[in-house]
């Protein structure tokens, strides 16, 4: 059984999908970009957009039962290979201490010329308890 959450952005209903979708412990969230009530905020400045896009994935999560503790996996899609150092320190300011793996790609372009970044995250939510598999930060 999975449970869909949304975020009453322009595209779920319009294109079918959801914000993130909840199944046992695992949280999928949707990529998220710097559209805020259709509008795509920080035009022309990656940082921000980043920050944007991931709280609007983290809200996600949050309402799905987690936290930036439970993030495991994030996606990084930008536009402008330049902007890959204000974009990783966007991700590093949130994520740091949580380490989750990450994938940054460049990609030709996002669905509003506007738009620099999109972030998709991936969530564990667990049984309720917490593991230490014995990794060391560097």
């Known amino acids: 059984m999975s449970t ?37 905020r920080h035009v022309g400045d ?19 039962g987690g936290s930036v503790q439970d993030v495991v996996r994030t996606r990084i899609y930008l536009v402008k290979a330049d902007d890959f150092d204000v974009v990783g320190r966007a991700h590093g ?9 990450c994938t940054s790609v460049q990609v030709a372009g996002l669905v509003d010329p506007r738009m620099l970044v999109e972030v998709e995250v991936e969530a564990y939510l667990g049984d309720g308890t917490r593991e230490d598999p014995g990794g060391e930060a560097p």
């Not at 319009?14 to 795509?40: H, K, M």
């Not at 990656?46 to 799905?64: E, F, M, N, P, R």
């Not at 300011?93 to 793996?101: C, D, N, Y």
């Open 4 to 40: 869909r959450i949304f975020s009453g952005g322009p595209w779920e209903d319009r294109y079918g999908y959801a914000r993130a979708v909840v199944a046992g412990s695992r949280v999928w969230v949707s990529g998220c970009t710097a559209t805020v009530d259709g509008e795509v």
């Open 46 to 64: 990656a940082y921000q957009q980043t920050l944007t896009a991931i709280g609007i994935a983290l809200d996600a999560v949050g309402k799905a």
């Open 93 to 101: 300011e949130v994520f740091g201490a949580v380490r989750p793996a």
